[in-house]
């Protein structure tokens, strides 16, 4: 039998309409945005479905929306037969998803994991109000050169890696006028530089103020030991007991998400199939530049879901 993980997606993944289509079909999906809109005390439903696009795209609302969504299209998954609970040797998510992984994992329960993931974006947003930054993507450089990089801007403030996407995919982020610098002289160390779109410096020590704030709430959580492992962004590991899970979570917010590391740690484990559940492509596009030669099913709406399998 196919070994086969289950992955999530993170911040920007979202898309107006996201979840409508799944929810119109089944009720599962549409009982969990109705869970969420009454826990959360708003109609994050209809944010997701009818936008608008600028409320949507906010940190403090996007977090939960596409969990939520993710949700929603994992228990229509599971519910129309496309699969089961128990076929997944491991999950993962990247950034925001690892508290999708974790809920479908069996460690996070549903209003605990939606209740921390939205103090997570309102968390993070505060923290960008209070010290702007911001993020870019270097593609075409291998990690000492981006360090290399890093150290040549550090006269203009803290900057750092965010994320290791893929070969040739590192993500910085930090104070704005060191990130500007970075992007200026990347084509000095052979790469390219892609300014973000987002809130602010996301995965750096200017988000260390949010995750304080954070390890309290995950401090009251019901967090439980994993059923399904599920991989750490923080180090690629495999999560252990709830304390162990607590204070990674606490980390991820202000350390870089090694996403490279935990796909090439599931391969490493025997992981053929990859299914994406969630908004988005993005992680099959990563995918296919870490290694070609595993599979990628996505399930990101109701039309995907009839094809997965």
């Avoid at 599962?28 to 708003?42: E, H, I, K, Y």
């Amino acid at each position: 039998m196919t070994i086969a993980a289950a992955t999530f997606p993170g911040q920007g993944a979202q898309v107006v309409g996201m979840g409508k289509d799944v929810c119109e079909r089944f009720a599962v999906a549409a009982d969990t945005f109705a869970q969420a809109d009454q826990a959360l005390g708003f109609e994050l439903s209809r944010l997701c479905f009818d936008g608008p696009a600028e409320r949507l795209n906010a940190t403090d609302v996007q977090q939960p929306a596409i969990f939520v969504t993710s949700v929603a299209l994992y228990r229509a998954a599971v519910d129309a037969g496309r699969i089961r609970p128990d076929q997944f040797a491991a999950c993962a998510g990247l950034s925001l998803g690892e508290y999708t992984a974790l809920h479908v994992a069996g460690a996070l329960p549903f209003p605990d994991a939606l209740r921390l993931v939205y103090r997570r974006g309102a968390l993070m947003q505060q923290a960008c109000e209070r010290s702007p930054g911001g993020m870019v993507s270097l593609l075409g450089m291998d990690e000492a050169a981006v360090l290399a990089l890093c150290e040549r801007v550090a006269e203009h403030g803290r900057v750092g890696p965010a994320n290791f996407n893929c070969p040739g995919q590192i993500v910085i982020s930090g104070d704005v006028r060191a990130c500007e610098a970075a992007a200026a002289l990347a084509e000095q160390f052979e790469g390219k530089a892609i300014a973000l779109k987002v809130a602010g410096a996301f995965h750096s020590e200017l988000m260390r103020p949010a995750a304080e704030a954070l390890r309290e709430e995950l401090a009251r959580a019901d967090i439980r030991t994993p059923r399904v492992r599920v991989v750490s962004n923080v180090d690629a590991e495999y999560h252990g007991g709830p304390e162990a899970i607590r204070e990674s979570l606490y980390r991820q917010v202000f350390n870089p998400v090694r996403w490279q590391a935990c796909v090439q740690r599931l391969i490493a484990d025997g992981v053929e199939t990859f299914w994406e559940i969630g908004p988005g492509r993005v992680l099959s596009g990563l995918l296919r530049k870490i290694d070609r030669g595993r599979r990628a099913i996505n399930v990101g709406g109701a039309t995907e879901l009839d094809a997965a399998g």
